[in-house]
């Protein structure tokens, strides 16, 4: 039952990491009053990218350089049309996600000529698991033993580096100038602006550093959860991560809880598949799938807490009226 | 301030046609880069969407999905609503069609089935986008984020019943079974034999002509009633409509009910006019489309019409373009939407700006040109 319990936490690790860093990337944008729905379509072309860069170079650090750089780029052309000129973000957004999955899938067919997908890396083209130091002393320690080795040991260095990037963005967004600005530029831009500072560079540096994070995301997809790209990988992931941006009020920390929540309801589901419970009986699994879009439903219309976002999110900044 | 020193036609057709012009460009790149000659990839394209009879009724099939989802977004468009949910709305839609039809095809003609299945249409999708509208409106949830919500919903909802409820026994495939003769919408064939004429089987059916009536009283709606009043004015300005006693809470779910039911009889056409039962992913992004379609046809049933009939055209063109070029497929037609959004849409207001400059130096020429006139 205990080692159950591990084995499941240690699988929410896994399916949480790409909704920290795409839920992060979510918390730059929105909080500098760029709404993200592109999440999605970063995160597929940066999976795709990776695995391509990585099958042709065999680095697969050059794959998530790439990764990174083709994120950074669509979220130049997301602000280039949304910030520059003042279009409206969710169309923009809409657009990116559907080029995304088009270009994705036209140019592997054209490269790799296997209906879209990359070819399969190797382990040595991966980003593989890393077993912590003492890991393997200390397994049949009981309890903590199983706890260090299973759980915290073996991830790779991907989830390792979402999990510190959630204290760093705290600290970034809520400790420094530049987290004051961007802050600022979500709530109020009119403020940000009197005081001298450009709106229109916050919000592109936020959507450059979602990029990033994004970037990432799509790395991990393609060259460490799995071995190569397929297409529509991301499937709704950056979605989760929308809602689970949602789901922790736009905070670091409350975002790292919702996506270890809704990491813990994906990996229960594949567990729960067809196993009868206690009293309820068997729950399909369907039913599971969908709880953290119901959940952020209900969230959001104020009906378990309330979830407020930033206040000039989702409108382009004009300077003079 | 910016439109009066554009002529209003400039306005309404040159400007989007630049836009289109734009979107196609950065395909036509895209078609270099991956080896396939976009001139040559055009010509296939409208051959096989317009060249023979069975690609126009291709086309046309596609069309009648593209000006359900597109009068729906417009419909939320003209009330400053962004209703991105029409794919899950079509979805129950299609779902409430095929209910309908499996429950009634042994006992009802089809005269008698239609109207229920419209019907049945229309109460479903709508159905799907209440709950959104009803939180927009008096929950203050924005509508985007819940109707993204309520497409993955939707799609896993249409699973489990798929799967667990409607699924033949015996069978492996998620698919109910097909319905009698009696539930299925006439094609476009066999509607045209009826007055003597023929034309190629194709998927093209009585529910194209549906989608034009839909398009008329839409129009009649936005611009023949007090509610299209009511509606276009909160698009405009929400804070004058409110102020000149229009309750923006109701008309926010009257529109988005309207939008809904307009998006969920993209079922007539998918389930009773194509596919002749239930199963998975028939919306295939229609929905999405739809964003497009409305966006190149400017909020206007006209526009919607000539913009879902372009799509017809690179959707039916794409399928074409598979089998004389090997490096490409459908997915292409993806790339070319995506520039269409980010052109029409996103950056709509890009060249705004170039061709009112070039008017105001058009107007001073000419203003020049009459004070030398003048001056001699």
């Given at each position: 039952m205990f080692e159950s319990l591990i084995l499941i936490l240690d699988a929410t690790l896994r399916v949480s990491a790409p909704l920290i860093l795409a839920a992060l990337a979510g918390l730059f944008s929105e909080r500098s009053g760029i709404v993200n729905i592109a999440l999605e379509g970063k995160m597929l072309s940066g999976a795709f990218a990776a695995a391509a860069m990585t099958s042709v170079t065999g680095s697969v650090w050059l794959g998530l350089l790439a990764a990174i750089g083709v994120a950074v780029c669509l979220s130049l052309i997301h602000g280039f049309a949304?910030?520059?000129?003042?279009?409206?973000q969710i169309v923009s957004g809409v657009a990116i996600n559907m080029l995304a999955v088009g270009l994705t899938v036209t140019l592997g067919r054209f490269w790799f000529g296997l209906g879209g997908q990359t070819p399969a890396l190797v382990d040595s083209e991966r980003f593989l698991p890393i077993t912590l130091p003492g890991a393997d002393a200390v397994a049949d320690v009981p309890v903590l033993g199983l706890v260090y080795s299973e759980l915290l040991s073996g991830h790779n260095v991907l989830v390792y580096l979402a999990l510190a990037l959630v204290p760093a963005c705290w600290w970034v967004v809520f400790k420094t100038r530049f987290g004051l600005r961007l802050r600022a530029a979500g709530e109020n831009p009119h403020a940000v602006d009197t005081a001298g500072i450009s709106v229109a560079w916050l919000r592109y540096r936020a959507l450059i550093v979602a990029g990033i994070l994004t970037g990432i995301a799509g790395a991990y997809l393609s060259t460490a959860h799995s071995a190569g790209f397929v297409p529509?990988?991301?499937?709704g992931k950056g979605f989760i991560a929308l809602a689970a941006l949602i789901f922790g009020k736009w905070r670091p920390v409350p975002v790292l809880f919702g996506c270890l929540l809704f990491g813990f309801l994906d990996a229960i589901a594949i567990r729960l598949q067809g196993a009868e419970l206690p009293i309820v009986g068997e729950i399909p699994v369907q039913a599971i799938e969908v709880l953290p879009y119901v959940l952020t439903v209900l969230l959001l219309a104020g009906f378990i807490g309330r979830a407020v976002g930033p206040k000039a999110v989702g409108q382009p900044y004009v300077k003079s009226r | 301030m910016n439109d009066s020193k554009i002529p209003a036609w400039v306005n309404v057709i040159v400007l989007p046609l630049i836009n289109i012009f734009f979107a196609f460009a950065f395909a036509a790149i895209i078609f270099v880069a991956v080896d396939v000659n976009p001139i040559e990839a055009a010509q296939v394209m409208v051959a096989g969407a317009l060249g023979y009879q069975e690609g126009i009724g291709y086309t046309m099939y596609y069309a009648t999905n593209f000006i359900f989802t597109g009068l729906a977004v417009a419909v939320a468009f003209s009330a400053g609503l962004f209703n991105i949910g029409g794919e899950g709305q079509a979805y129950m839609g299609g779902l409430g069609v095929g209910l309908a039809c499996l429950a009634l095809d042994h006992t009802l003609p089809f005269w008698a089935i239609l109207p229920i299945t419209m019907v049945a249409s229309m109460a479903f999708g709508a159905l799907w986008a209440l709950i959104p509208a009803y939180l927009q409106a008096y929950r203050g949830s924005h509508i985007v984020i819940t109707t993204i919500m309520f497409n993955f919903i939707a799609s896993a909802l249409m699973v489990y019943l798929m799967v667990n409820v409607l699924k033949l026994d015996?069978?492996?495939?998620p698919v109910s079974r097909l319905f009698e003769e009696s539930a299925i919408m006439p094609a476009f064939h066999e509607i045209v034999a009826w007055f003597g004429l023929s034309f190629s089987q194709s998927p093209m059916n009585l529910s194209f002509f549906i989608a034009l009536g839909c398009c008329v009283l839409v129009w009649l709606l936005l611009w023949r009633t007090r509610w299209g009043f009511a509606i276009r004015a909160m698009g405009a300005s929400p804070s004058a409509a409110e102020y000149g006693g229009i309750n923006s809470k109701k008309l926010t779910i009257v529109v988005m009910l309207i939008s809904g039911a307009l998006s969920g009889m993209l079922g007539l056409n998918e389930v009773q006019g194509f596919s002749y039962q239930l199963k998975l992913d028939f919306v295939a992004g229609y929905g999405f489309t739809g964003i497009a379609v409305c966006l190149i046809g400017r909020n206007h049933p006209i526009g919607i019409i000539l913009a879902s009939l372009l799509f017809g055209v690179l959707y039916q063109g794409g399928a074409e373009l598979s089998f004389d070029f090997p490096?490409?497929?459908?997915e292409m037609i993806q790339v070319v939407q995506a520039l269409v959004v980010l052109f029409s849409g996103a950056l709509s207001l890009m060249l705004v700006k170039p061709t009112e400059r070039f008017f105001v130096y058009l107007d001073q020429k000419k203003k020049a040109a009459a004070k030398v006139e003048a001056g001699a």
């Open positions: 949304s910030i520059t000129h003042r279009g409206d529509n990988m991301s499937a | 015996g069978q492996m495939a490096n490409i497929d459908r």
